[in-house]
C-alpha cells in the first residue's frame, strides 16, 4: 500500500456529485487519497498543465465540452494519467466509447461506493502504469528489433560477402587443379607422389608408369622399396629417412631395374611439402640412361684421344730423333770410309810380322765397327722413310717360322730350348711382311740374348686370336728387366747390353712398326721372372692405336 | 792405259781413292766439284768416272745429266748412300734415259778394286 496520498483530479461540474465522491474517498480503506476538483474542463486541463495529479476522475459532461471531446482533450493533455470516466446511467454507451479510446475504466454515478471508487482508482492507476510499462517495453522491444534487423541485414551481406569469395576462390582452385593435374598427366618425366608420414605412394603420372612397366595399380599403396623400384633397399630406407627430415634429397644416378628387366638410370631428386594440411613428398624422376650412355661414349672418345696423342707424341719424337740421326749419320760415312781404306792401304804395304800391322789391323776392325753403327743407325731413322712395302694378309705363325728359321744357327749353338703353340683359331692378319719380320726378328734376338748367361735357357712363343686381333707373346726364362728399366725400355739408344752388343735401337724401332701396324706391345718382366712380350695387331690395318684399353692393366708397359 | 775421273767434293773420298786403286795401275784423277768434273772431262779422255751424289754447287745428278750431255757412253758409278736426299732425282735420270751405275757406300777397298775392275776389263778380269 503506498503511503503516500494519492492525488485525485476530479473534473466534475455537479457540485453535489462532486461532495460525494470527496466523501467516499475520505472513507476509503485502500490508502489516503487527496482530491482535486475543477467544474470545467478549462480548469481541469489548467490544473493538470501544474502537475502532480496521479489519476483523472472525468465527467464527460462539462459546460465546457461534450462526451468523448472532453476525454479526448484531458487525454491529449495529460496522455500518461488513467482517465476513469464518471458517467450517468443512460451514458454507459459513452462511457464504453471512452474507454474503448483510452480511458481506464468507467463507474456509474449511481452505483458508486467507496470501496469500488477506491479500488476503480488504484487499479487505474496500476493498469495505467503498467500500460505504460508495456508500452515503454514494446518501444523497447521494436528498438531492440529495428538493431538487431539492421545487425542481421549487416551479418547476411558480410555473408554473402564470403560466399561470393568462397565461390571465387573454389573456382580458383579448381582451374589450379586442374592446370596441375594437367602438368601431372602430361609430363615427360616421371612423378610419384607419397605420403609424407608412412612413404606410401598415393598417386603417380603416366610417364613413369611407362618408363618402369609396371601398372598403375602396382604402385598405389605401396612403398618405393617394395615394388622392386630401387635396387637397393636398405640405403631406401635410409634415403626416405632423410627426405623426411630434410625435405629435400637428390639422387644424380640411380640404377633401376625396370619390370622387364632392362637396366635404367635416372635421375631422383625428392622434396617434401604441405599440402591441405598433410606432409606430401614429390619424386621428380628423370631417365638420364641417355645421357649416361653419351657421357660413357665421351669418355672413350677421350680415352682414345687421349692414347691417340699419346701415339703421335711419340712418333713425332721418333721423327725428330730420326732426322738427327740420319744427319749425323750421313755426315759420317765419308769420314769412316776413308779410314777405312787408309789404314787397309797401310796393311797392304806392311808385313804381316810388322809389329804395326796388327794395331793397323785394330784400326780397320774399328773402322768397320763404326761403320756398321752408323749403318744401324740409318736403318733406324729411316724406318718409316723411302718406298714402304706392300700389306699383305699372312698368318703371323709364318712370319714366326721364318725368323726362327733365320735365328736356328744360334739358338742350336747356344742350346736354347724353344716351343711355339699356335692356337688354330688364329686369323691372318694384313701386314707389311719384312718390317713385321724385322720387329719379331728383334724380339727373338733380344730374348737370345737375355738368355746367354743363364743356366735355363728356354724360349717359348704363344700365337692366338685377341679380341679381332692377334696376340703373339714371346717369353724368355731370362734374369728379366728391373722395374725402373721397364719404364723406358722403348727408348731408342736405351740398352741395358754391354758395351758394343747392341746400340739400343731394337725396341724402339719394334715398337714403330707395331704402331704402324695399328697394334700394341707390352711388357711383363722381373728381376729373376723372365721377360714376356705381348704383340697385338688388329687384323685389318688401322692406323694409329686401338680404342678398346681393356687389355693392358697400368703394371705393363 | 785407263783413265779414271773421280768427282767428290770431299778430300778424304778423294784421297781414298787414290790410295786403294793404287795398285791397279789406272790413272786416277780427281776434281772437287761437278763444274771441274765436267772441265777436267771435256779437256781429258776418260773410261771411267766416279761420281759423287752430295755436292754442294752442281749435285751429282745435275752433273751426270751434263757428262752425259757430252758423252753417252762413258760408264759412270754414282757413289751413294742409297737413302741420299738425292736419291729420288737420281731415279727420274734414269727414268730420262741417263745410263749410270751405282756403287753403294760404304764399300771397303776390295769392293772398289773389283767394282772398277769390272768396268774396265769386263766380266773375266776378277
Known sequence: ?557 | MKHILVIDDDEAVRKLFLLSLEETGYSVFTANSGMDGIKAFKEGHYDLIFLDLKMPGMNGVETLRELRKIDRAVPVYIITAFHDEFFAQLKKAEADGMDFEVLRKPFDRRQLITATKGILEGPTSY
Open chain 1, 1 to 557: 500500500m503506498a503511503n503516500k496520498p494519492t492525488n485525485v483530479l476530479l473534473i466534475e461540474d455537479n457540485p453535489g456529485d462532486a461532495r460525494l465522491i470527496r466523501e467516499m474517498l475520505v472513507e476509503a480503506h485502500w490508502g489516503r487519497f487527496k482530491l482535486e476538483c475543477a467544474d470545467r474542463l478549462s480548469a481541469g486541463l489548467g490544473r493538470l498543465t501544474e502537475g502532480g495529479i496521479d489519476c483523472v476522475l472525468l465527467d464527460l459532461t462539462l459546460p465546457d465540452s461534450t462526451e468523448l471531446d472532453t476525454f479526448e482533450r484531458v487525454q491529449a493533455q495529460a496522455p500518461e494519467l488513467p482517465i476513469v470516466i464518471i458517467s450517468g446511467l443512460g451514458d454507459e454507451t459513452l462511457a464504453m466509447k471512452a474507454v474503448k479510446k483510452g480511458a481506464q475504466d468507467y463507474l456509474v454515478k449511481d452505483h458508486l461506493g467507496s470501496h469500488v471508487l477506491a479500488r476503480t482508482i488504484r487499479y487505474a492507476i496500476e493498469r495505467k502504469r503498467m500500460e505504460e510499462e508495456l508500452e515503454r517495453y514494446r518501444e523497447h522491444l521494436e528498438e531492440l528489433v529495428k538493431q538487431r534487423t539492421a545487425e542481421l541485414r549487416r551479418t547476411n551481406k558480410a555473408l554473402q560477402a564470403e560466399i561470393a569469395e568462397r565461390i571465387r576462390v573454389e573456382k580458383d582452385l579448381k582451374v589450379s587443379e586442374v592446370r596441375y593435374r594437367r602438368l601431372f598427366e602430361a609430363a615427360q618425366d616421371g612423378i610419384l607422389i607419397l605420403e609424407a608420414e608412412t612413404g606410401k605412394i598415393v598417386d603417380v603420372n603416366p610417364f613413369l608408369i611407362e618408363m618402369l612397366g609396371y601398372p598403375h595399380e602396382e604402385f598405389i599403396g605401396k612403398r618405393l622399396w617394395e615394388i622392386g623400384l630401387l635396387k637397393d633397399i636398405a640405403a631406401n630406407r635410409e634415403a626416405f629417412r632423410q627426405l623426411q627430415e630434410r625435405k629435400y634429397i637428390r639422387y644424380e644416378h640411380l640404377p633401376l631395374k625396370v619390370k622387364d628387366g632392362k637396366r635404367r638410370a635416372v635421375e631422383f631428386v625428392s622434396n617434401a611439402y604441405r599440402v591441405d594440411g598433410k606432409e606430401v613428398i614429390q619424386c621428380n624422376v628423370r631417365d638420364i640412361s641417355e645421357r649416361i650412355r653419351d657421357a660413357e661414349k665421351l669418355k672413350g672418345a677421350h680415352a682414345h684421344l687421349t692414347r691417340q696423342s699419346a701415339i703421335l707424341a711419340q712418333q713425332t719424337k721418333m721423327s725428330a730423333i730420326g732426322t738427327l740421326v740420319a744427319g749425323v749419320a750421313h755426315e759420317l760415312n765419308n769420314p769412316l770410309m776413308a779410314m777405312l781404306h787408309f789404314a787397309q792401304y797401310c796393311l797392304n804395304h806392311i808385313a804381316e810380322d810388322d809389329q804395326t800391322y796388327t794395331v793397323l789391323r785394330d784400326i780397320e776392325h774399328e773402322a768397320r765397327r763404326c761403320i756398321d753403327i752408323v749403318k744401324n743407325l740409318l736403318t733406324f731413322s729411316h724406318s718409316g722413310d723411302g718406298k714402304k712395302e706392300k700389306y699383305e694378309l699372312k698368318n703371323p705363325a709364318e712370319i714366326l717360322a721364318r725368323v726362327l728359321t733365320l735365328l736356328s744357327y744360334r739358338i742350336e749353338k747356344e742350346g736354347v730350348s724353344v716351343t711355339s703353340h699356335v692356337d688354330e683359331e688364329t686369323p691372318k692378319i694384313r701386314i707389311r711382311v719384312n718390317a713385321m719380320q724385322d720387329a719379331f726378328l728383334s724380339l727373338l734376338t733380344n730374348a737370345l740374348d737375355a738368355l746367354e748367361e743363364r743356366k735355363t735357357k728356354a724360349v717359348r712363343i704363344d700365337i692366338r686370336p685377341d679380341g679381332d686381333g692377334v696376340r703373339v707373346s714371346i717369353a724368355d726364362s731370362g734374369s728379366g728387366i728391373s722395374p725402373k728399366s721397364l719404364d723406358n725400355i722403348y727408348d731408342p739408344f736405351f740398352t741395358t747390353k754391354p758395351v758394343g752388343r747392341g746400340t739400343g735401337l731394337g725396341l724402339s724401332l719394334c715398337q714403330g712398326i707395331i704402331h704402324a701396324h695399328g697394334g700394341e706391345i707390352t711388357c711383363e718382366s722381373g728381376p729373376g721372372k723372365g721377360t714376356v712380350f705381348h704383340v697385338v695387331i688388329p687384323t685389318q690395318r688401322r692406323k694409329g692405336a686401338k680404342s678398346n684399353e681393356a687389355h693392358f692393366s697400368d703394371r705393363r708397359r
